[in-house]
């Protein structure tokens, strides 16, 4: 086979994905070796490859140069899968724990090879099936204030953090979140994807001169402020978890953008989890949210107080100036997450599985209002508590 040598891109097959595995000395030679393709997203093909002589295995994970949820009409860079394997190598430099190994990387053919996290479960589908995740927030706080913070200007010095600004320069994929969560779902655009029986909730949302506004200046800030390397989509679908190990994978969205934003897409995911549960049910995921903040929290102030750089450090009330900034973009970040799961073009598991309609629909209005919420009232809110708590309020 050619593929090594050719160095041209081609969609991998089961077969080649088998064939290039063992031209790299992945296995050993004994190796018996299964492969099927698993990717269940919108953007990629993922390889499951098993060898069940020495029980050992791999993912490969290819881009494809479309969105595979639309086709060859929605064309997407490949360069997206070296963003991500930095990605991954990048934060792994930080907590190699939580994110998977990378094995091999090639550009040219749009290839990942990673750690087979198959003994792990997708959180997402964990939690609607009612399996408890312990370590879940603790991990992702630790994950998110690590990250974060050593890839901020907090950090690093001025020359390597703009090196890295470069380097995980992402614009399609920025594009495509700018639309998909800050503009198309606050406007009556065709991308958009609800029921009926929400079109007058979605049309108050279209016609809230206040709410469009405060989404223009979260869009803005995720525009312009290059604070940090973000994973870009941090989602209870982006992370592998059981009751002792969390994972974060997908980083192909990671670019340099506001702190706030991957902690808001993560608490947000949770908010959207919460609403799908009943009432009584409901207070684990609650504990989760806020030990999400409260571990990111405590974290990224030790490592401010023990690692920065910044010479204002030690300056009475800056670190409370940042964390307070992140926290308003957390919560506004989150309530943008709520409105574009719901009513924008890639919904979530978690309410659209619920069968019975009314329940459905009772639950995305709680979502959008929820949503709304958050992002008007986020100046507002000194705690992660408080802004919980708007999920019993009645009123938007």
């Known amino acids: 086979m050619a593929i090594l040598q050719k160095k041209q891109y081609e969609a991998l097959t089961v077969e080649t994905a088998v064939k290039l595995a063992q031209e790299l000395n992945l296995f050993p030679e004994n190796s018996v070796l299964d492969c099927c393709e698993i990717g269940d997203g919108n ?14 295995g791999l993912i490969i994970k290819q881009a494809l140069p479309y969105a595979k949820v639309v086709g060859e009409s929605w064309p997407l860079t490949l360069k997206r899968s070296t963003i991500e394997t930095n990605a991954l190598k990048k934060h792994g430099e930080f907590v190699p724990q939580l994110v998977p190994e990378v094995y091999h990387a090639d550009e040219d053919l749009a290839i990942t090879m990673m750690e087979d996290l198959s003994h792990l479960t997708i959180a997402r589908t964990g939690l609607i099936n009612g399996e408890s995740y312990p370590r879940l927030s603790s991990d992702i706080g630790e994950y998110l204030a690590r990250t974060l913070f050593s890839t901020s200007d907090f950090a690093l010095h001025p020359f390597e953090k703009k090196r890295l600004v470069v380097e995980f320069s992402n614009p399609e994929l920025c594009k495509i979140t700018e639309d998909l969560i800050f ?32 989404a223009a200046k979260l869009k803005k800030s995720f525009l312009t402020e290059a604070e940090a390397l973000l994973h870009g989509d941090l989602h209870t679908g982006s992370i592998f978890a059981s009751s002792t190990e969390t994972k974060v994978i997908d980083p192909e969205f990671a670019f340099y953008g506001p702190i706030g934003f991957d902690v808001g897409l993560f608490i947000g995911n949770l908010f959207l989890h919460v609403i ?36 204002y450090t030690r300056t009475e009330g800056y670190k409370e100036y940042i964390l307070e900034k992140i926290f308003s973009d957390t919560i506004g970040f989150a309530g ?35 949503g709304k919420k958050l992002i008007l009232h986020r100046h507002n809110l000194k705690s992660i508590k408080q802004a919980i708590a708007l999920l019993g309020e009645k009123t938007a």
Request: proline share 1%; hydrophobic share 40%; glycine share 2%.
């Open 336 to 370: 943008c997450e709520l409105i574009r799961r719901t009513i924008g073009l890639a919904h979530v598991k978690d309410l659209d599985g619920i069968a019975d309609q009314d329940k459905r629909i009772s639950a995305k209005r709680q979502a959008l209002a929820l």
């Open 183 to 214: 503009t198309d779902p606050f406007f009556d655009h065709d991308t958009n994807d609800f029921e009926q029986e929400l079109r007058s909730d979605v049309e108050a949302i279209w016609n809230d001169q206040a709410l469009k506004l405060e």
């Open 276 to 311: 799908s549960r009943e009432e009584a049910d409901r207070s684990v995921i609650f504990d989760h949210i806020e030990n999400t903040w409260t571990i990111f929290y405590s974290i990224f102030s030790e490592l401010w107080e023990q690692s920065n750089l910044e010479v």
């Open 43 to 56: 953007l990629n093909y993922v390889f499951h490859i098993t060898d069940s002589i020495n029980q050992k």
